[in-house]
């Protein structure tokens, strides 16, 4: 069945570290593939999609390609705020599945002053 | 506009007892989901409601029963909660009116369950 691996977290940095969250995925069919942010206490939010290979999605300074040779969605970030402190989850959207997303299990971002 | 709306934020139940999570949007969407958030293993789907009328079984419908009122409203019911099912609970909705199928997930802001 179609699945999403991310890395382990937690993950901690200092303020303006460069950010790598690995994200690979297996389908089926041709899926569209997303990274959504959860702050604590709330709900999930779209960060950044892309919906074909070569696709890169992008979004407060986030950006992700989707490579289809590698499977793979990376998140990466220049330089990370405290404010990025959160969950960050890849998904994918197969066509035939309709709407419904298939999530990783999330990766906890710590950034320290 | 409120986007999703989820009621209770928190609940404690004992073993046995039922309750029912209420969820409600109004951006139009025509679908509606359930997902339960348990700690190291992401979001994993319950129910969800394609459209007005129609309910499916996702990745962990065992122990849960579903109903999509109306357009606007999806409800998730435990008939006899388990500690088990102690867990963040998401409702979410997708899909705008008029055949345009957008594919983003609009969230709720969760309803936190604990089951003794």
């Known amino acids: 069945g179609d699945s999403v691996t991310q890395m382990e977290g937690p993950v901690t940095l200092s303020e303006e570290a460069f950010l790598t969250i690995n994200c690979t995925y297996t389908a089926t069919g041709y899926p569209s593939l997303f990274w959504y942010v959860q702050y604590p206490g709330e709900g999930l939010q779209l960060l950044l999609k892309?919906?074909?290979?070569?696709d890169k999605g992008s979004n407060k300074g986030f950006e992700a390609t989707y490579r289809k040779e590698t499977t793979s969605f990376h998140l990466e970030k220049g330089s990370v705020q405290v404010s990025d402190s959160a969950v960050y989850f890849c998904?994918?959207?197969?066509?035939?599945?309709?709407?419904?997303?298939?999530f990783g299990e999330g990766t906890q971002l710590t950034v320290n002053p | 506009n409120a986007g999703v709306t989820q009621t209770p934020k928190f609940q404690v139940l004992k073993t046995g007892q039922s309750m029912t999570l209420q969820c409600a949007q109004d951006m139009n969407h025509n679908s509606m989901y359930w997902y339960r958030q348990d700690p190291g293993m992401g979001l994993r789907l319950i129910y969800y409601s394609a459209s007005e009328g129609t309910t499916d079984k996702g990745e962990v419908p065992n122990g849960y029963n579903v109903s999509r009122l109306n357009k606007r409203e999806f409800s998730l019911r435990l008939e006899s909660a388990a500690p088990s099912q102690t867990s963040v609970y998401f409702c979410a909705s997708s899909g705008l009116a008029g055949g345009s199928v957008a594919d983003t997930q609009y969230f709720g802001p969760g309803t936190r369950l604990t089951v003794l």
């Open positions: 998904a994918l959207r197969i066509e035939t599945s309709g709407s419904r997303l298939t």
């Open positions: 892309a919906t074909k290979a070569d």
